[in-house]
Antibody, heavy 123, light 111 residues
Framework: QVQLQQSGPGLVKPSQTLSLTCAIS??????????WNWIRQSPSRGLEWLGR?????????DYAVSVKGRITINPDTSKNQFSLQLNSVTPEDTAVYYC?????????????WGQGTMVTVSS | QSALTQPPSASGSPGQSVTISCTGT?????????VSWYQQHPGKAPKLMIY???KRPSGVPDRFSGSKSGNTASLTVSGLQAEDEADYYC???????????FGTGTKVTVL
């Protein structure tokens, strides 16, 4: 079955870049039927979809308006993983970050999740 | 994109039913049949309970049901059990500009 394993630092300084990676097992980041998403959760903002990447003969990228301009999601086909980069972070970006993949139930029903990474933005 | 509106809390005794509402707009909940519901226990990732308004993924008990009327979706948990105590979040597709929006979350307490 498909599993997602997250990695990355739990502490980032203000104005720096948050970087997380989600390693995929049981599927391919280049799959023509999957999308690869990042979602975060904080007490102040609740659950918030951040963006996704997917491959349909070429790579596509969709980002939430709230983080557009600061976010990059990149696939890494050599390592079968995808990453999140969020620039110019502030304490408002403190959250648990999840990678997620819709499985058998449509593109907007996330049934496969990573374990979550708590990221704190603080000096 | 504003979050979908849910009541902060709901409760019921074991065996009773509880219904949670999720109010959006015609640009999200009312415009598409892509409403899903998630259950989240403390320290865990959300778990998909309902997709496409009323469909249950494999393994989800039929005590969980979903519906939609206009801009408001609902999740009903019948025959409440202790393990149903959790936070519940709705989610909706919101079109090709805003893509996806979650609800504010509802804490369900089993009395």
């Amino acid at each position: 079955q498909v599993q997602l394993q997250q990695s990355g630092p739990g502490l980032v300084k203000p104005s720096q870049t948050l970087s997380l990676t989600c390693a995929i097992s049981g599927d391919s980041v280049s799959s023509n039927s999957a999308t690869w998403n990042w979602i975060r959760q904080s007490p102040s903002r609740g659950l918030e979809w951040l963006g996704r990447t997917y491959y349909r003969s070429k790579w596509y990228y969709d980002y939430a308006v709230s983080v557009k301009g600061r976010i990059t999601i990149n696939p890494d086909t050599s390592k079968n993983q995808f990453s999140l980069q969020l620039n110019s972070v502030t304490p408002e970006d403190t959250a648990v970050y999840y990678c997620a993949r819709p499985g058998s139930y449509g593109y907007w029903a996330f049934d496969i999740w990573g374990q979550g990474t708590m990221v704190t933005v603080s000096s | 994109q504003s979050a979908l509106t849910q009541p902060p809390s709901a409760s019921g005794s074991p065996g009773q039913s509880v219904t949670i509402s999720c109010t959006g707009t015609s640009s999200d909940v009312g415009g598409y049949n892509y409403v899903s519901w998630y259950q989240q226990h403390p320290g865990k990732a959300p778990k998909l309970m309902i997709y496409e308004v009323s469909k249950r993924p494999s393994g989800v008990p039929d005590r969980f049901s979903g519906s939609k009327s206009g801009n408001t979706a609902s999740l009903t948990v019948s025959g409440l059990q202790a393990e149903d105590e959790a936070d519940y979040y709705c989610n909706s597709y919101a079109g090709s500009n805003n893509f996806d929006v979650f609800g504010t979350g509802t804490k369900v307490t089993v009395l």
